[in-house]
C-alpha cells in the first residue's frame, strides 16, 4: 500500500511535577492516500495530543520524546521549524477541536482565507481571489454570499465548514480533523460530514478523524484505530472491528454505543479510565477488563498482527 | 509546605516584595533598638551634619537625627497607609457585593457615587478637606482624611469581579440548596475572591500611602509628627537641595523608593495567584 | 388530584428571540416516570428546564407549583418547592466551588433544610445517597473536585439531588460532558431512582439515543415550540412529525451498512419560516402551502401521542391540559 503518512513509535510526554506523563505511548500507524482513517477514544486517551504531535504543535510542558512520522516520503522530523511551517496547511491540514469558535470575529470570511493563502505565499489578486473563495466555498457546500460574512453571522454547521474551507485552501494530502462536530447536532452533523466526504474525494486527500462517536466511525472511516491510556490497542478495517473486535476495549466501546433497537441494553464500562501519570502495570485496561488474568496484571501486551490489515494489542486477540 | 517553597520559586515577585517589606521592617525594629526616638525631635543635636559614626544619616536643620527621624517615621507612613487601605478596601467591599448581588437600584446608586467620585481629581478633593480641617491634623486623621476616597476604585473592580462570579454554576447551586442572599456572599463568593481581594489591598495601601506623602510634602500632614512626607515638606521648606544637604533627602526618598518597591512587587505576585492565567507553566 | 408542576401556556422571549412558545404541560409525579426532552440547541429545552426550576421568569404564561403560582410563592412555599423539586445541570465543572471540599454541596442542603437532627445522622444521609448512585463514600468525601473525574463529579449531583428526596428531578444534558463509558452508568442510576425511589425525572438531552435507552416519554422539541410528544417507543419506532424523522434518520449507526451519507450539495434555502406559520417548513421535504402561513397545534394522533403538524389535522386538536395524558408511564426498561 503507498502509505501518504507513516507514523512510526511515537512517544509524547508532558513534564508533571509529579511525574512525566505518556501522552503517546510507542504509537505506529499509516494512511494510504485517498483513505478515510479514524482514531477513536475517550478523553485522556491521547488522540488529541497525537493529532497535534503529527504537526509538531506540542508546546511546552509537553515534548515529543522520540519517534518518526513521514509525509509521503519525507522525514518530518529532519524539517526545520520553516518547513515545518509551511508544511502545516499546506502538505497536513487540521481542523481543531472547536475550530469554529476559533475564526476570527472581526475578520470575513475570505480574509480569513485569504491570510492562510498569503502565509504560504499564496497572494491573488482581488478577482482572483474572489473566484479562489467562491469556488472553495462552492465545495464546502456553502454559498459564494457567505464570503462576505462575519462569523457570527453564520450558524454552527456554516462556520465549521467555512473552517474545512480554510483547511483545504491549499489542497494538502492529508487533513486531520479532531472532533469536527462534537459541538453541532446530529442533522448539522452528517451535513458536515458529507462536506468532508465530497472535499476528500474532490482533493483526493486522506483524512484522519478523530473523536470518540463510534457511529460516526462506522459510517464514515475506512479503518479505524483505537486509542487507550496512550497506546494504540486495535487497528482494522472498520468492518472488521464492528463484526469482530479483537480488543475487549473495543468491544466495550460498541458495546456502551445506545442503540435505538431495542431500549434498556446500554452499558457502560465499569470503573475509570486510568490517570496517565498513574497507569496500571502490565495491560493499561486490565483493572476494566472481564477477561483479565493474572499475566495481564503484568505483561504490557505489544501490538500484533491478528489477521489481515487487522493489529490488537492484548494476550487473547 | 514543600508545595509553598516551590511555588515561591516561580513566583519571584513575591518573595522579591515581601523580601523588600521585610527588610523595612527589620529595619524599624532594629532601629528602635539603636536609636532613641526622642531624638528624632527638633534640638537634639547639632544641626546641619552630615553623615558620621555619632549620625549615621546625619541631621538636619533643626536638629533633629535623621537616623531616628526615619526609624520613627517610617512606621507612621506606613500606618496611615494601612489605615486608609483597610478602611478604603474593607468599605469598598461592602458596597461591592452588595451592589453587584442584589443588582437594581442599589447597585445603581452605589455605581453612580463611585463613578462621579472617581472622575474628580482625589488629589484636589483630598486638600480640600485637608485645608478645611482647624488646629493640625494628626496622624490617625490624615488617615481617615485618605480613607475617605481609597473605597472608589476598590468598589468599581471588586464589583466587576463579584458581576461574573455570580453567574457561576456553584451558585446556583447553592441557591438550589436553600442557600440566601447574605449566606451565598459570605460563603460562596467570598473566599473566591480572596486572593483579588488581597491584592486590591495592597494597591490601595500603596495609593494611600502615595496620597499622604502628596499631602505631607505640600505641608498640609501632621506638622508635628516626623513622617517621610514631612520629612521632604522641611527639606522643601529649607532648600535643603540648593544648599546641598543631601544626606537629608536622600534618607526619605530611598526609603520611600524601598516602600513603593515592595509594594509594587507584592501586588504583582498577588496577581499572579489571583489570576491563574498569568500563571507560567511549571 | 393536582399536578405537582404544571406549566401553563409558557412563553419565553428574549429580546427579539422566542425561545418557547405557548408550551403546556403537567408532571404528575403519583406515576413517576421519566420524560425526555429532546432538541438541538436553540429547540428551548434548556429554557423550559430553567423555567421549571424556577430559575428565570417565564415572559407569558404561568408555572405552577401544587397549584400555586411559583412566582408568588411564601417562604415556606418557596422552600417546600425547592426540595420537591430538584436539578442535575450539564457541566460538573462548573457547579463545584473550587473553594470547598466536595463534601459542601451534600452538607449545604442537608444543612439549610434541616435533613438531619446531628451531625452524625446527616453524615450517614449523604454517605446513603453517595451508595445510591453507585459510589463509595470513601473515595468521595474530603476530596476537591479537581481530583474527581467528569463522571464522578456528575454522580455527586445526583446524589445531592437524591438527598433532599425530591419529587421530581429535572436533569439538563447530564451526561453530555461525561465519557461515553461512564453515561450509561449515570443514566442507570437515574432510572434506578425512578424505578426504586419513585422519583419523576425530566430528561433534557440532544442525544435521542440515550433518550430512547432510560425514558418513558419523550417531547421532541423545534426552534421553540413541540413538534411531537408522546410514549418513547411509538415516537422513536413510527414517528410522525418531519422534524423527528430527520433527527432519527441523521443518527449514524453502528453497522456495516453505510447508508447515512448522502450527497446534499448547496444548502437548501427556502424562505424563513414567517412569524406564524410552522417552524419547521423552510427544511421540511413534505411542507404544504398551508404550512407557510399557520402554526400548526398539536393534534392527538393516538391516546399517547401527539404531533404538531398538519398533516395530522384529522385527528382531534390536543386541549391544553391534557399533555400529561400523552406522558402517561409506559412499561420501565432495566438497565444493564
Known amino acids: 500500500m503507498n502509505a501518504i503518512l507513516k507514523v512510526e513509535g511515537l512517544c509524547v510526554a508532558f513534564d508533571h511535577p509529579l511525574g512525566m506523563v505518556h501522552a503517546v505511548d510507542d504509537v505506529s500507524f499509516s494512511l494510504a492516500a485517498n483513505e478515510r482513517l479514524g482514531l477513536a477514544g475517550e478523553s485522556g486517551s491521547g488522540k488529541s495530543t ?17 519517534g518518526r512520522v513521514e509525509l509521503d516520503g519525507v522525514e518530518l522530523s529532519a524539517l526545520d521549524q520553516e518547513g515545518m511551517r509551511r508544511l502545516r496547511l499546506a502538505g497536513i491540514a487540521m481542523v481543531p477541536q472547536g475550530s469554529m469558535n476559533s475564526l476570527n470575529p472581526v475578520m470575513r470570511i475570505q480574509a480569513q482565507i485569504a491570510d492562510a493563502l498569503a502565509d504560504h505565499g499564496v497572494k491573488l489578486g482581488s478577482g482572483a481571489l474572489e473566484a479562489r473563495v467562491a469556488e472553495l466555498l462552492r465545495t464546502v457546500g456553502l454559498r459564494p454570499e457567505v464570503a462576505r460574512m462575519f462569523p457570527h453571522e453564520l450558524s454552527g454547521g456554516m462556520k465549521q465548514r467555512a473552517c474545512i474551507a480554510i483547511a483545504i485552501c491549499l489542497r494538502p494530502k492529508v487533513i486531520i480533523a479532531d472532533e469536527p462536530t462534537s459541538a453541532l447536532d446530529v442533522v448539522v452533523q452528517r451535513q458536515v460530514m458529507e462536506t468532508l466526504a465530497r472535499v476528500q474525494r474532490d482533493l483526493g486527500c486522506a483524512i484522519i478523524l478523530v473523536g470518540h462517536d463510534m457511529g460516526l466511525m462506522a459510517q464514515f472511516v475506512d479503518r479505524l484505530g483505537v486509542m487507550y491510556a496512550g497506546r494504540l490497542v486495535e487497528v482494522a478495517p472498520i468492518g472488521e472491528i464492528i463484526t469482530r473486535p479483537r480488543h475487549p476495549y473495543t468491544q466495550a466501546l460498541i458495546s456502551s454505543l445506545p442503540s435505538l433497537e431495542a431500549r434498556g441494553t446500554m452499558q457502560g464500562i465499569p470503573g475509570l479510565a486510568p490517570l496517565l501519570r498513574d497507569l496500571p502495570p502490565g495491560c493499561a485496561f486490565h483493572p476494566r477488563c472481564p477477561m483479565a488474568e493474572a499475566r495481564c496484571r503484568t505483561d504490557k501486551p505489544a501490538v500484533r498482527d491478528v489477521g489481515p490489515g487487522q493489529q490488537a494489542a492484548c494476550h487473547f486477540a | ?166 453567574e457561576r454554576g456553584y451558585v446556583e447551586i447553592a441557591r438550589m440548596s ?50 517621610l512626607g514631612m520629612t521632604l515638606y522641611w527639606v522643601n521648606f529649607n532648600a535643603a ?42 | ?55 428565570t421568569p417565564p415572559s407569558e404564561g404561568q408555572v405552577l407549583y401544587q397549584g400555586q403560582d411559583t412566582a408568588h410563592l411564601s417562604g415556606e412555599q418557596r422552600r417546600a418547592f425547592r426540595r420537591d423539586v430538584q436539578a442535575v445541570f450539564q457541566d460538573p465543572y462548573e457547579v463545584y466551588n473550587p473553594f470547598y471540599r466536595v463534601d459542601h454541596v451534600l452538607t449545604t442542603p442537608v444543612r439549610n433544610f434541616k435533613l438531619a437532627a446531628t451531625r452524625a445522622e446527616g453524615r450517614r444521609l449523604i454517605e446513603q445517597s453517595l451508595r445510591a448512585v453507585g459510589l463509595r463514600p470513601e473515595e468521595i468525601l474530603g476530596r476537591f473536585p479537581h481530583q474527581l473525574s467528569g ?60 433518550a430512547y435507552q432510560v425514558s418513558d416519554n419523550i417531547l421532541v422539541m423545534y426552534r421553540a415550540c413541540v413538534a411531537e410528544a408522546g410514549e418513547v417507543e411509538r415516537v422513536v419506532k413510527h414517528p410522525e412529525h418531519p422534524y423527528t424523522r430527520l433527527l ?82 409506559a412499561k420501565a426498561p432495566t438497565l444493564a
Open chain 1, 50 to 66: 497525537m493529532a497535534l504531535s503529527i504537526l509538531r504543535m506540542i508546546k511546552p510542558p509537553g515534548r515529543i520524546l522520540g
Open chain 2, 1 to 166: 509546605m514543600q508545595a509553598v517553597l516551590r511555588y515561591l520559586r516561580r513566583n519571584l515577585s513575591l518573595v522579591l516584595g515581601s523580601g523588600l517589606l521585610l527588610f523595612l521592617l527589620a529595619f524599624i525594629v532594629v532601629g528602635h533598638f539603636i536609636v532613641d526616638v526622642e531624638d528624632a525631635r527638633a534640638l537634639s543635636a547639632r544641626p546641619l551634619q552630615p553623615p558620621s559614626w555619632r549620625y549615621p544619616f546625619g541631621t538636619d536643620r533643626q536638629g533633629r537625627d535623621l537616623l531616628a527621624v526615619m526609624v520613627a517615621g517610617t512606621p507612621l507612613t506606613l500606618r496611615i497607609g494601612f489605615i486608609a487601605g483597610i478602611l478604603g478596601v474593607g468599605i469598598g467591599t461592602v458596597l461591592a457585593f452588595v451592589a453587584a448581588y442584589y443588582r437594581g437600584t442599589v447597585d445603581t446608586i452605589i455605581r453612580g457615587i463611585a463613578d462621579i467620585g472617581l472622575t474628580v481629581p482625589g488629589l484636589l478633593i483630598l486638600i480640600i478637606i485637608a485645608v478645611s480641617i482647624r488646629g493640625g491634623l494628626t496622624v490617625n486623621q490624615m488617615a481617615l482624611v485618605v480613607a475617605s476616597l481609597a473605597w472608589l476604585h476598590p468598589t468599581r473592580t471588586i464589583r466587576a469581579q463579584v458581576l461574573s462570579l455570580r
Open chain 2, 178 to 227: 436553600g442557600m440566601s442572599g447574605p449566606g451565598i456572599i459570605f460563603l460562596e463568593l467570598m473566599p473566591n475572591l480572596l486572593p483579588y481581594l488581597a491584592a486590591t489591598l495592597v494597591n490601595a495601601v500603596s495609593t494611600a500611602i502615595l496620597a499622604s506623602i502628596g499631602l505631607e510634602v505640600l505641608g498640609l500632614g501632621p506638622i508635628d509628627a516626623p513622617t
Open chain 2, 241 to 282: 537641595m540648593i544648599n546641598g544637604w543631601w544626606w537629608w533627602w536622600t534618607a526619605p526618598t530611598v526609603i520611600i523608593l524601598l516602600v513603593f518597591l515592595g509594594l509594587f512587587f507584592v501586588t504583582v505576585g498577588l496577581d499572579e495567584i489571583a489570576n491563574p492565567r498569568l500563571r507560567r507553566s511549571a
Open chain 3, 1 to 55: 388530584m393536582t399536578a405537582l408542576l404544571e406549566a401553563r401556556h409558557v412563553t419565553k422571549r428574549y429580546g427579539d428571540n422566542t425561545a418557547l412558545s405557548g408550551l403546556s404541560m403537567a408532571i404528575n409525579t403519583d406515576r413517576p416516570s421519566i420524560t425526555a426532552v429532546v432538541g438541538e440547541s436553540g429547540s428551548g429545552k434548556t429554557t423550559l428546564a430553567r423555567i421549571i426550576l424556577g430559575l
Open chain 3, 151 to 210: 463522571g464522578q463529579r456528575q454522580r455527586i449531583m445526583v446524589a445531592r439531588a437524591v438527598l433532599m428526596k425530591p419529587k421530581l428531578i429535572v436533569a439538563d444534558e447530564p451526561v453530555s460532558m461525561v465519557d461515553a463509558s461512564l453515561r450509561a452508568t449515570i443514566l442507570g442510576s437515574l432510572r434506578k431512582l425512578t424505578d426504586e425511589m419513585g422519583i419523576s425525572i425530566i430528561y433534557i438531552t440532544h442525544d435521542l439515543a440515550t
Open chain 3, 248 to 329: 432519527i434518520s441523521s443518527i449514524p449507526k453502528v453497522s456495516t451498512t453505510r447508508d447515512w451519507l448522502e450527497d446534499d450539495g448547496v444548502e437548501k434555502v427556502r424562505a424563513l419560516p414567517g412569524a406564524h406559520g410552522c417552524r419547521f417548513v423552510d427544511r421540511c421535504p413534505v411542507a404544504m402551502d398551508r404550512c407557510a402561513t399557520a402554526l400548526p397545534p398539536l393534534y392527538r394522533t393516538e391516546a399517547q401521542r401527539a404531533t404538531a403538524c398538519f398533516r395530522y389535522a384529522d385527528s382531534p386538536e390536543l386541549h391544553a391540559g391534557a399533555m400529561d395524558e400523552v406522558l402517561a408511564e
